[in-house]
Nanobody
Framework: VQLQASGGGLAQPGGSLTLSCAAS????????IGWFRQAPGKEREGLAC????????YYAEFLEDRFSISRDRANKAINLQIDSLKEEDTAVYYC?????????????????????WGQGTQVTVSS
């Protein structure tokens, strides 16, 4: 299973970014896809997940409405849009495959259940 995360970069506070996790049609149709992030010195934490069966979406309990996960069928990708960026959003963002999505309460510790990971894309929010 290959996942290709992209879309990161340097952004200003208050701006928006859309991260993309590209994969094969089979992968996107068979596995749930989750987005995680890892800031320096911190654990990798779950942010959002989309199911393969019905596109149900799940978000970590701590997450604000600034994050939105969606399926981009035309580009065979799962996107994570982040609005109103804050400096604390600075992290490496990863996508991963799962047998099923995490519940909001499971998000902080669900990383260990990942079946495969993409390579990560750096997001730096700074003025």
């Amino acid at each position: 299973v290959q996942l290709q995360a992209s879309g990161g970069g340097l952004a200003q506070p208050g701006g928006s970014l859309t991260l993309s996790c590209a994969a094969s049609e089979f992968t996107l149709g068979y596995y749930a896809i989750g987005w995680f992030r890892q800031a320096p010195g911190k654990e990798r934490e779950g942010l959002a997940c989309i199911s393969s069966s019905d596109d149900s979406t799940y978000y970590a309990e701590f997450l604000e409405d600034r994050f939105s996960i969606s399926r981009d069928r035309a580009n065979k990708a799962i996107n994570l849009q982040i609005d109103s960026l804050k400096e604390e959003d600075t992290a490496v963002y990863y996508c991963a495959t799962f047998q099923y999505c995490f519940t909001p309460a499971q998000a902080p510790t669900f990383a260990r259940r990942a079946l495969s990971w993409g390579q990560g894309t750096q997001v730096t929010v700074s003025s």
